[in-house]
């Protein structure tokens, strides 16, 4: 059978117009950025335009930008980088209980060294309360990271409404928005943010490259020292090549109406679903809130992994894990505290700009084949 991607969360392809604008940094424009002479003026001067295309992207400006090797550097800078900057301020950081590895391991390593971490909770469709999080704030409260938008079953956080908060107390607000740009509308203005994340391999660039967005003025100790890169936040000699991928997928970025077909056809996916098991299938995830393109479902009764392994040809991700024949869930859907029969069910589908009709059609009836009742 033909092999179908649906695990666009996992990763994107790299878009043809973004390998075309690579290709020529791949063989000229070699020279270091940050040098004076002739051989550097190509690559300093595309390296400059592609942070200008991430800042239009979010509404920011282009010295607000730090490019990084993807959305886990950034995520750490994020974090201990402010954790680290005003350490004689406060120790206290909050976060939520959905949150990626990349956000969790930062916390875990920050508390190794002192600080203090508070998990604020997430209800049934995995989103959380401002006010919990208004209520964890303490005089010792120095910086909140909360995801823009969930990579498991594509939850959008009230982003703004925390900013409102964390502004009245005086307190830094990351989101990790890895999942979310070129998704959904990811204005720094609008959200309230002061530090926001994106993954190159999320947003059809490659991987190996991502940025975080630093708003002005907000205090940030450098994770890699050296010479002063990136406006003395991230060392290390910048790679024109990434930057430029990076660049040409914001830009492109910029309009979402390819993201309102994909919603469309993620509607149409589900529905399908829906008429095919009806009470035997269930959505994990806000019903309305949530990404455009993604779709967590529990086939009840079944466990995600074993029928994931007998759907062949079909990339997709599932919410447990399988360990010597006990079902473990993912810290997501136990967060969000899914029954443990409904969530050792989950598969994660996530649609991206290249999927059809026919794929979904394909899918829906090769599941319905495999999992006809008996």
Avoid at 88 to 101: F, Q, Y
Avoid at 216 to 235: F, M, Y
Avoid at 239 to 246: C, I, K, P, T, W
Wanted: charged residues 20%; neutral net charge.
């Amino acid at each position: 059978m033909a092999s179908i991607y649906l695990d666009y969360n996992a990763s994107t392809p790299v878009d043809p117009a973004v390998a075309a604008a690579m290709r020529p940094f791949l063989e000229d424009h070699f020279g270091n950025p940050s040098s004076g002479h002739w051989a550097a003026s190509g690559a300093s001067a595309a390296l400059e335009r592609a942070r200008s295309q991430v800042a239009d992207l979010l509404g920011a400006e282009s010295d607000e930008i730090v490019f990084t090797s993807g959305g886990s550097e950034a995520n750490n800078l994020a974090l201990k980088g402010v954790a680290w900057a005003l350490k004689d301020k406060g120790n206290h950081i909050i976060t939520s209980a959905v949150e990626h590895p990349a956000i969790v391991g930062p916390c875990r390593f920050l508390e190794q060294q002192g600080f203090a971490v508070t998990i604020v909770p997430v209800d049934r469709v995995g989103r959380i309360d401002p006010d919990d999080v208004a209520r964890a704030i303490t005089p010792r409260t120095i910086l909140i990271s909360i995801m823009h938008a969930n990579n498991e079953v594509g939850t959008v956080q009230p982003i703004a409404e925390v900013s409102r908060i964390a502004r009245a107390h005086g307190v830094l607000l990351h989101t990790d928005a890895a999942q979310s740009v070129g998704k959904i509308a990811t204005d720094v203005n609008a959200l309230g943010v002061d530090l926001l994340t994106i993954a190159g391999h999320k947003v059809y660039a490659p991987k190996g490259v991502g940025a975080l967005y630093v708003r002005g003025g907000t205090p940030l100790e450098p994770l890699i020292h050296g010479a002063g890169h990136e406006g003395g936040r991230r060392a290390g000699t910048e790679s024109a090549l990434l930057a430029v991928g990076l660049g040409t997928a914001c830009m492109l970025a910029r309009s979402l109406a390819p993201m309102q077909q994909v919603r469309a056809l993620r509607d149409r996916f589900w529905q399908k679903l829906q008429d095919a098991f009806g009470n035997r299938i269930v959505l994990n995830g806000h019903p309305e809130q949530r990404l455009p393109n993604t779709l967590n479902v529990s086939f009840l009764g079944r466990v995600g992994a074993e029928v994931l392994a007998r759907l062949d040809g079909v990339a997709a991700s599932t919410g447990s894990a399988c360990h010597t024949g006990h079902v473990e869930l993912s810290p997501v859907l136990r967060a969000m505290q899914v029954a443990p029969e409904v969530g050792m069910g989950a598969i994660r589908f996530s649609l991206g700009r290249g999927t059809t009709n026919g794929e979904v059609d394909s899918v829906v009836a090769r599941l319905a084949n495999l999992l006809a009742p008996a």
